[in-house]
């Protein structure tokens, strides 16, 4: 059985779409944010900052 803290904040995982592979491990609120994830980070592969976006 799930937590409620779980259900509201799940563990996603941001893949970079440079290609590399290189990944984040991060939570989202599902309350704010039902959509996939796409944020701006860097991706220290290519040394630059690129778009990781939501896998689930």
């Known amino acids: 059985m799930a937590t409620k803290r779980a259900d509201l904040r799940p563990i996603i995982r941001m893949?970079?779409?440079a290609g590399t592979g290189f990944t984040y491990?991060?939570?989202k609120?599902?309350?704010n944010?039902?959509?996939r994830l796409v944020l701006r980070?860097?991706?220290p592969v290519v040394r630059r900052h690129v778009e990781?976006?939501?896998s689930r």
Do not use: G
């Open 15 to 17: 893949v970079s779409t």
């Open 25 to 27: 491990v991060t939570r």
């Open 29 to 31: 609120n599902r309350r």
């Open 33 to 35: 944010d039902p959509d």
């Open 41 to 43: 980070k860097y991706d």
């Open 52 to 54: 990781f976006k939501e």
